[in-house]
Every structure is written in C-alpha cells, then in structure tokens.
C-alpha cells in the first residue's frame, strides 16, 4: 500500500483547544509511520453548546479514501450518548466503512454493546497506548492480505451480535474463552479481538496450533524445560503458557492434543 491511511476522528473536546492539542499530540504520533497515518478532526458542533449527525456525516463525505473513523460516545455529558446516534447513520450511509468507538467503558459495557449491534467494529479504552491504537487502526486500514491485519469484517446481524458478545467477554476479563467454529471461520480473529480489547491487552498475545504435533514437542513448547532436561535439550527454553503471561495465549484445535497432555494441560489452566 503506497497511499497514506486516513483517520478521521470525531470528538465533542475537539472543541476544547487544550484538548485539541493534547490529542492531536497523542495522534500525531503515528503520523511519521509507514505507511503513514494522517489525521483529520472532526468536532460534530453546528453552533455553541449543540452537536449534531450532520456535520460529522458531510465531513466522511469531504475525505476522499477515508479508511476508519474513530468515534467518541459521550457528547457533553454522561446522558448525551450522541455517538451512537452518529454510528446508527454512519452505517445506514456507509455499511463497511470501520468505526472504533472510545470509551472510558467504566459502567458503559451496556453503551458498548449497544454500540456493536449499531455496527461499530471495536472499541478503545480512553485514552488508548501508542501501541494499541496503531493495532487497531492497521487492522481496520491496511488490505486484506496485508501482513498483521486482524480485522472482523461484515455488517450483517450475525456479525454485529458476534462483536457485542466479544465485547462482553472482553470486558469480563480473566475469563477462559472457547471459541468454536468450522476451519476458516475466523476463530484466531475472534481472540486477538479479545486480546485487544480486554484487560490483558498490555501484555503479549500468544498463539499456538496444536494440530498433528508431537507429544514431546508440544509439551516442551507449551510448558518449557530446563537445560538438560532430556536429550538434546542444551538451553532452557521458555513455553509459550510463560511468556503469555499477563497476556493471552490462544491454543488452536485444542481438541487434537492427544489425552496424555490434555490432563497437565487442563491442570494449568484450573
């Protein structure tokens, strides 16, 4: 992709010039990065004190390749979930153009949810690391086949329920999560969605296909072993169950890991 990646951001403290400035700085970050983010702002005010869908939805309509919108969902106040009204006519004008809500999610989980089965794609924790925000947005900006992009895509209502119920979970935390469904249905998706939007997001997201793998194998890359442990071992190694500690480790066709490990295995996870 030789083209820059334009976000458009629709917040009422835009409006605010030391709040435009501190997140113009936290955006701008990723401006110098390639291929490069540019940024455009969008307060949603048509006069003092008043906020509407207009103005937001003339400004995608001025930014030609416009590739994600990054939302806010409270207006003003905690009662003016102006938002979701802007999300509700963002799909109904623009189907698949990503939207990534913001929110403080602090007793919002219900805000958040609404917001999914309205049709936005994720959402951020206020304010988001420099990390996690590019995450996002080159999930939802790059092509498909780029390398690293790990987006949900669709707008039907299979899809949006499917978001709301990860958004849930997500904001649960510390939960064990089976995630089922036929080969190519997007399993790993649904759990890097998890990793990004949950507690654990500052941690690492680990994941592992246990399909057709060796016994020794796969207990040494799951659990680790110390130098010498068994022939051939001449270092330590560290297991992928370690190093996704405080993160999230995402085991692929677990049910093909023969019943001999299944008992260890279930033992760490209780």
């Known amino acids: 992709m030789d083209r820059e990646l334009n976000i458009l951001v629709i917040d009422d403290e835009l409006c605010r010039p030391e709040r435009l400035s501190t997140l113009k700085a936290a955006y701008g970050e990723l401006e110098s990065r390639e291929p490069p983010f540019v940024f455009h702002y969008e307060t949603a005010e048509e006069n003092r004190n008043k906020y509407g869908v207009g103005p937001a939805l003339r400004r995608i309509e001025l930014i030609p390749d416009l590739d994600v919108v990054v939302l806010d969902v409270m207006f003003g106040d905690q009662a003016n979930r102006l938002g979701l009204d802007i999300l509700e006519a963002v799909r109904q004008e623009h189907p698949l153009l990503p939207v990534i809500i913001m929110t403080s999610l602090e007793g919002e989980i219900e805000v958040v949810e609404k917001a999914m089965e309205l049709g936005a794609n994720e959402y951020l924790i206020k304010m988001p690391t420099l990390t996690e925000l590019e995450e996002t947005l080159r999930s939802y900006a790059l092509p498909p086949t780029s390398e690293g992009r790990f987006a949900i895509w669709g707008n039907c209502s299979a899809i949006r329920h499917t978001r709301a119920l990860i958004a ?73 169950i370690e190093r996704a500690d405080k993160g999230v480790l995402f085991l692929d066709e677990i049910g093909s890991i023969v019943p001999a490990l299944q008992g260890k295995l279930l033992r760490v996870l209780e």
Do not use: M, W, Y
Not at 197 to 216: E, H, I, S, T
């Open 168 to 240: 849930r979970v997500s904001a649960a935390g510390g939960l064990s999560v089976l995630v089922t469904g036929e080969s190519g249905t997007g399993k790993e998706l649904a759990a890097r969605a998890i990793h990004r939007q949950g507690p654990r997001r500052g941690g690492r997201f680990v994941a592992k296909n246990c399909a057709f793998a060796d016994l020794q194998l796969l207990d040494s890359d799951l659990f680790g072993h110390e130098k010498g442990a068994f022939t051939g071992a001449d270092r330590q190694h560290v297991g992928r």
